[in-house]
């Protein structure tokens, strides 16, 4: 199993209660899902590769570091996802990014394609795709399945909340992906909902139940 990365800084849980206490409302929500995301993007981020640069500072010329060339591509599964992008576009004003649109089918589960739009360079790119919701692990495998079969070669996932079903699932299917998420919640329900989870994501960001 590839890496799964449990990110538990203090500021990321604290921030985590209030995004899953049913009172927060659409506003609140997803105000805290930005600077999670963008709390998150600092420890997903860790690995970026630097190099030695010269700089002027006013007193002298010396050597610095910045960030060597390395692009990055944000890749939000709608909808939910979406609520994750602004807060790393602050961190990471150049990634570009791409979207994904699933939905996922209320019977079976199972996820289902309805968009998919990427930037040309995928395969030269350090994708991140973002969901706030891991649960059965379908619609980020198909996603990650399908930004492989586009070309990219280096992606991480990154969600908010995950079940254990979703992790296990996910790393099967792709050994190569590390995994970074704020919280391994304890279960799916009958309706395949996180287990205390925090509802549906999609809903609570954009107000559409
Ligand atoms: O791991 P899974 O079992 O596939 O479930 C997780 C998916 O379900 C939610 O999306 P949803 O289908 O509700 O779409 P939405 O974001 O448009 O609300 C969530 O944002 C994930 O994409
Ligand atoms: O708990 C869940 C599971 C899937 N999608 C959500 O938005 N929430
Ligand atoms: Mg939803």
């Known amino acids: 199993m590839k890496k ?5 800084h203090p500021l990321v849980q ?7 206490d049913k009172n927060t409302g659409s506003k609140d929500f997803r105000e805290l899902i930005e600077e999670v995301a963008m709390l998150m993007c600092y420890e997903v981020t860790r690995d970026m590769p630097l190099e030695e640069i010269e700089i002027e500072t006013p007193i002298c010329t010396t050597k610095a570091k910045a960030l060597s060339g390395k692009k990055v591509g944000i890749v939000p599964i709608l909808r939910a996802g979406l609520g994750m992008v602004d807060g790393m576009l602050k961190l990471i004003p150049a990634a570009k990014v791409g979207h994904i649109g699933l939905y996922r089918d209320p019977e079976t589960l ?3 394609e309805y968009y998919c739009k990427l930037p040309s360079d995928i395969g030269e ?4 795709v973002t969901d ?3 649960a059965t692990g379908g619609s980020a495998a198909d996603a990650i399945t399908l930004l492989k ?10 969600c908010l909340i995950a079940a254990p079903e979703g992790l296990e699932y996910v ?9 970074y998420t704020a919280a391994i ?12 989870g925090l509802g549906d994501a999609g809903d609570r960001l954009f107000g559409t139940k």
Do not use: C, W
Not at 4 to 8: A, G, M, R
Not at 14 to 20: A, C, D, E, G, Q
Not at 149 to 158: D, E, N, P, T
């Open 149 to 158: 079969q586009r070309g990219a070669k280096s992606i991480k996932l990154m």
């Open 185 to 196: 919640d304890e279960k799916l329900n009958d309706h395949g909902y996180i287990v205390p």
């Open 171 to 179: 790393s099967e299917q792709h050994l190569d992906v590390d995994i």
């Open 132 to 134: 706030p919701m891991l």
């Open 125 to 128: 790119r350090d994708i991140i």
């Open 110 to 112: 199972k996820p289902v």
């Open 4 to 8: 799964v990365t449990l990110i538990n």
């Open 14 to 20: 604290h921030k985590l209660s209030f995004i899953r």
